[in-house]
């Protein structure tokens, strides 16, 4: 058996240029920053830009400086002028952080300006700081696309400036709230510290008094403090200037004018103004040092103003009498690294910061579920673009080791990268930008979209265009299936354990004969014919005009492989007797409905039409349960805040929000089976409030379709459209919901773990991201419900859970968007949405267990597709392809996060994650060890290197700064030791993610 390969040189293969930190010594290291005199206050000048990728502007318009109309911005500019004036003077700093704009600019550069920037880099002038595709949203992003981004702008960076580009601090200096997973994640890649600019005003003010405004953040309950622990900073004046010193042609403060013969001679002023500024920081601060950010939103397109006038700041400041204050240029590596070595003793946060409010009616809550339908739009894209890297690194990484594989030539996943990075932009997912900029970004994601098929389609079949997609499956729009006789169903799953799925198609039931086969088993399948759904009608509208669904079950698909299922339109009435039953529907006009499987039975009240009980079969738990839609009244201001609900704040009029119903009754249709694969309720709760509850055969969750819109707005109403759930479990007060996916954080209404809250805004005060579920409990049931997007959430009773899925505002937020978030959609009536509610009774000794496994199931749900029946001569790879990538099944607490390729040499990027928390379950929140020596079909790994999370280093040449603990909290046992027992064998402690360069080759 070979040994783990460990050099210490660079190299440049399997991700582009992994540099190593002993290999260059660069002008940015610690080492070289200037750390002021220890007798004097120091003020760290940065000079940085804040570029959105998208916002008010589409991303093409922000870096060429188009659409003029709406905003100045042009980033081109900005690094056009940065780099002569950073070349003037040696001791002037820069720092640059969206990878998405940088590497734009970077690509239409001239060797010679390449060159400069080079030098620049290597003596630390400018500094890559955060190193992203762009500074993502923390509430509506999910922890899979956070990494992603990171990682496509640190491996740029990496490829193109080697070792003196490893950005060591991260920047969030302007989402609205800040996610516990965040900053593990930001641990993991090897960053030192983070600053970010938004925080509660509440929040902000205390620890202002206190001096508070740093400290550790612990990111992490499961993982050791050493690997999630990271020093976290909150910016004074958010990332701008203080009052008095901006100098962009934005701004309309005064230069510094220092000509002692003129009348406007403003320099005794000008310094005496910043010495206060100064002396009132340093006093919300710890140490002797104190960071200020020169500059702002697409600031420094004239750069020659702001640093002549910086300069002269220095110069006359320093040149003070009795002046205690050192000013100089920084950067807020330098910054951090002047903490560091102060020495002092940090308090340690555990919690997370939200909700964010920046006065007391102003909670940015409403952007948890902003354009929901973008939201989900991300959310499919990003299953898609994981598995076109999975065919990526086993069409061409596998292949160049050896066996010949179809190969996806020019095509790639880059496109849909490169969008979905920019899709988590802050002002993107979070739903905050202008109407045409999200058509933008939904342009994008398309385009990358079908790039990524046509990658999936020639690694599975050998060419671009054999495999087809439906991507309206949802609303049971499909011509291929509706209009081929014969057809292929092909279930890929990307994830590395079995898993079985219902797949549903739109089909034309004129005939009504349709029979399902196994491929591989040659078995037929049991199969149901259902009606589509009045809902399904309305929102499909003219698109389409499939009257019903075929329905079967895609059992044990294995691990990042294939089923395929042959379903053909024919007369064979045995065949179709034994394996098809036509579902039947009827209007319920008394007398309760039941719908039940092995797990869950869901009983209506027929006299209302209202969920009433649901029933754990397997615990015997029976919980009354009563659903209703509502909507709140969206404030357009009132006698106590003229503040209105927008595109970012939520603020409803009222805490009481509006029945969608008119009587409080709901109208029921059931659709059945004799024998039924699927059994479905169809709540009608008003013309545009639907939801089907369905109990597949076999599944143990019960899921709930929404489809909500047009939202009328004839009534003059902005509204804000919730379903809640009440049920008897007396919860106190306590709720839980996700980080970005991963750990679970609890909530209390009315309550933050650092401070004392008034609440001002009962109802948008308590709400919460839901990345991917929200649950409650008492001492022995908990309530769950998982989502399929982002979501605003609470608890605002006790035996209660409320989701927010869409809203339509008349009002602007004056938050900077400019526009009300009015989604009008095709038919310019307003959006209808779709999404999905999975809804879970459980023991808590269940709970955790299920929930988890279900919720990677729900992200990474098989994809389907389908091609005409041919011959076999005519099927080119897809034979030779294997049917699971895997020998064997990876443990179910271990998900392969990612597999994929940057080059065709041969080499992999792999990672690993244990996706339970310690105290999830007595079996599976244990460490496990998993060998990857044999683990892909027809292939041996041969060398394995561990990369921190962000893929741009080699763990082992990584080394964060340390810091000491003002108040020990509780501190995770190290996993130090959990690393390799044998060469191949990984070893995963709970919630821990391990990233690795893999090579293979093929077995004899």
């Not at 354990?497 to 591989?520: A, E, I, M």
């Not at 029945?659 to 169809?682: A, R, S, Y």
């Not at 769950?784 to 605002?796: A, E, H, K, N, V």
């Not at 041969?942 to 999370?949: K, M, P």
Request: aromatic share 12%.
């Amino acid at each position: 058996m070979k040994s783990i390969v460990l050099h210490h040189v660079i190299f440049c293969f399997a991700i582009p240029c992994v540099w190593t930190l002993a290999s260059t010594t660069c002008g940015g290291a610690y080492q070289s920053c200037n750390l002021g005199d220890p007798t004097k206050l120091n003020v760290h000048l940065v000079p940085h830009t804040h570029d959105d990728v998208g916002w008010l502007k589409t991303v093409d318009q922000y870096f060429y400086g188009a659409n003029k109309t709406i905003q100045m911005g042009g980033v081109q500019y900005i690094l056009d002028s940065v780099i002569p004036q950073l070349l003037k003077d040696p001791s002037r700093r820069f720092i640059y952080v969206e990878m998405a704009f940088f590497k734009r600019w970077w690509d239409e550069q001239r060797d010679d300006m390449r060159e400069t920037v080079q030098s620049l880099v290597q003596q630390g002038r400018l500094e890559f700081i955060l190193g992203g595709w762009c500074m993502n949203d923390e509430a509506a992003t999910h922890y899979n696309a956070i990494i992603d981004q990171m990682s496509l702008g640190l491996q740029f960076l990496n490829d193109t400036f080697g070792v003196c580009a490893r950005p060591r601090v991260a920047w969030q200096i302007d989402p609205f709230g800040h996610s516990r997973e965040q900053a593990s994640l930001f641990a993991q890649m090897g960053f030192d510290g983070l600053f970010f600019g938004r925080l509660d005003f509440a929040d902000k003010e205390l620890r202002s008094k206190e001096k508070r405004m740093e400290e550790i953040w612990r990111g992490s309950e499961s993982l050791d403090s050493a690997s999630a622990d990271l020093l976290t900073g909150v910016n004074e004046n958010g990332y701008g200037p203080p009052k008095g010193f901006c100098f962009d042609e934005y701004c309309s403060d005064d230069p510094i004018m220092d000509d002692p013969n003129l009348e406007d001679n403003n320099v005794e002023d000008k310094v005496k103004y910043f010495e206060d500024a100064a002396r009132l920081q340093a006093g919300h601060f710890k140490t002797n040092h104190i960071m200020m950010t020169m500059g702002s939103d697409f600031q420094y397109s004239n750069a020659h103003k702001w640093y002549k006038n910086l300069d002269k700041l220095i110069k006359y400041v320093n040149a003070a009498k009795d002046s205690n204050i050192s000013v100089f240029y920084s950067t807020p590596s330098c910054y951090l690294y002047a903490l560091n070595q102060a020495n002092k003793e940090w308090n340690v946060k555990t919690d997370d910061f939200f909700p964010y409010a920046d006065s007391p009616h102003q909670f940015w809550t409403g952007y948890f579920t902003s354009r929901p339908a973008l939201k989900g739009y991300v959310r499919e894209s990003n299953k898609l673009l994981q598995v076109c890297k999975q065919m990526e690194a086993l069409t061409q990484g596998f292949s160049s080791s050896g066996k010949k594989q179809a190969k996806t030539g020019t095509v790639s996943s880059q496109k849909l990268r490169e969008a979905m990075g920019v899709a988590q932009h802050h002002d993107a997912v979070s739903g905050t930008e202008k109407q045409h900029v999200a058509n933008d970004y939904a342009k994008r994601l398309y385009k990358g979209r079908e790039v990524c098929k046509a990658v999936i389609s020639t690694a599975v079949m050998g060419n671009p265009d054999d495999l087809h997609f439906c991507d309206y499956l949802n609303i049971t729009l499909c011509d291929f299936t509706q209009k081929t006789d014969e057809f292929t169903v092909v279930v890929y799953n990307p994830l590395a354990r079995n898993v079985p799925t219902y797949v549903r198609l739109p089909v034309s039931d004129d005939s009504g004969t349709f029979t399902v086969k196994d491929k591989l088993t040659g078995m037929y399948v049991g199969s149901q014919i259902v009606p589509v759904t009045q809902p399904t009608l309305l929102v499909r509208r003219n698109k389409g005009n499939a009257d019903s669904e075929l329905v079967f079950k895609a059992d044990n698909i294995p691990p990042l492989g294939f089923s395929e299922f042959s379903v053909i339109k024919s007369n064979f009435s045995d065949v179709y007797k034994k394996t098809n039953n036509k579902g039947f529907h009827r209007r319920v006009r008394g007398g309760d409905v039941t719908i039940a499987n092995e797990y869950f039975k869901v009983v209506f009240d027929g006299s209302n039409g209202q969920m009433k009980t649901i029933a754990n079969i397997e615990s015997g738990i029976t919980l009354p349960v009563m659903q209703q839609m509502f909507w709140y009244n969206a404030s357009m201001g009132n006698n106590i805040s003229l503040q209105k609900s927008g595109a970012y704040v939520f603020r409803p009029n009222s805490s009481t929000p509006f029945h969608c119903t008119q009587d409080g009754k709901i109208e029921l249709e059931v659709l059945q089976g004799d024998t039924p694969l699927v059994q479905e309720v169809v709540q009608k709760f008003s013309d545009w409030a639907w939801q089907v509850v369905r109990l597949y055969s076999g599944v143990r969750y019960i899921e709930a379709e929404w489809t909500i819109g047009p939202i009328p707005f004839e009534d003059g109403y902005g509204k804000e459209f919730i379903s809640r759930f009440y049920f008897p479990l007396q919860t106190n007060g306590e709720f839980y919901t996700d980080a970005n996916g991963r750990e679970i954080l609890k909530r209390k209404k009315d309550f933050r773990p650092t401070w004392t809250l008034n609440q001002s805004e009962p109802v948008a005060g308590n709400y919460y991201p839901v990345n991917s579920r929200i649950y409650t409990n008492d001492t022995k049931t908990q309530f769950t419900i998982l989502t399929d997007r982002s979501q605003g959430g609470s608890s605002l009773f006790n035996g209660t859970l409320e989701l927010m899925m869409h809203r339509r505002l008349f009002g602007d937020d004056a938050k900077g968007v400019g526009e009300p978030l009015n989604e009008t959609g095709q038919f310019d009536d307003g959006l209808i949405v779709r999404g999905k509610h999975f809804i879970l009774v459980d023991s808590l000794s269940d709970a955790a267990k299920h929930h988890r496994l279900l919720a990677e199931e729900i992200y990474m749900s098989p994809l389907v597709s389908f091609y005409a029946n041919v011959s076999t001569n005519d099927r080119r790879s897809f034979e030779s392809f294997p049917k699971s990538a895997l020998t064997k099944s990876l443990p179910k607490n271990v998900h392969l996060l990612t597999l994929s390729t940057e080059t065709s040499d041969g080499s992999v990027l792999i990672r690993l994650e244990h996706q339970f928390q310690k105290s999830d379950d007595p079996t599976y929140s244990q460490p496990v060890t998993v060998s990857l020596k044999d683990i892909f079909v027809g292939y041996e790994v041969t060398s394995l290197e561990e990369l921190v999370l962000g893929a741009n280093a080699l763990k082992q040449d990584v080394v964060r700064l340390l810091w000491s603990e003002a108040v020990k909290n509780n501190p995770v046992p190290s996993d130090s030791k959990l690393h390799f027992q044998e060469p191949f064998d990984v070893t995963l402690s709970p919630m821990q993610i391990r990233t690795f360069r893999m090579r293979v080759t093929p077995t004899k």
